[in-house]
């Protein structure tokens, strides 16, 4: 595949959450693209972690967009709230709606990118379904609920189809695929060369001596 550009999304989950303004700070300067923010529900997954008033204080410090993934088993009924508090991405997965249809035109008229996400378990096709009417696919690389996790190899495979099918249907420049857990420069490697775009990397940037060689490391990949 020709070289491309390749976005670049810290996961807050892995940053220091009493100091979240110093960190997304510290990730712009360091080439974010994008802020990935983990939204979990305690239910969908067996996790807690941020809300709505949360994103707005965050949306004030952010100068790069907010990628919001919300990990809950209502999306139909809170996303919006997701949206209204600033996120410029709003990821929810298909497990857990019941009108993707209807949500992702939803955020798209509110003024925010529609995208959706899918377990590793979940078959391909409730994500195509959906492929004219988001503009992101997220894939996810470990069952989510927790950062730091092992990256799961079938990942590769499935985004190469993912990525096959999307040409087959002329909307490869118009949907971004997306890979989310356990991403550092070998996996994130993998997953690019089987033609994801944009990366989501929790404890491989946060947790680095020096974020700017991590962010850099990933977006050299393209
Ligand atoms: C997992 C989250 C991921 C997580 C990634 O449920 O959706 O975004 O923060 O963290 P790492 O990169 O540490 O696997
Ligand atoms: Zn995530």
Known sequence: MSSREIIVAPSILAADPLRLGDEIRSAEEAGADWHHVDVMDGHFVPNLTFGPPLIRAMK????????VHIMVSNPDDVAMSYVEAGADILVFHA???HHGHRLAEAIRAKGARPGVALNPATPLEFATTLAPHVDVIMLMSVNPGFG????IEDTVQRVKTLRDWLVSKNLESKVIIEVDGGINKDTGARVVR??????????????????SVAVRSLKSLG
């Open 194 to 211: 089987a033609g994801a775009n944009a990366l989501v990397a929790g404890t491989y940037i946060y947790g680095a001596t020096d974020r």
């Open 60 to 67: 004030k410090v952010a100068k790069k967009p907010l990628d």
């Open 95 to 97: 497990e857990a709606t």
């Open 148 to 151: 730091g996790q092992g990256f």
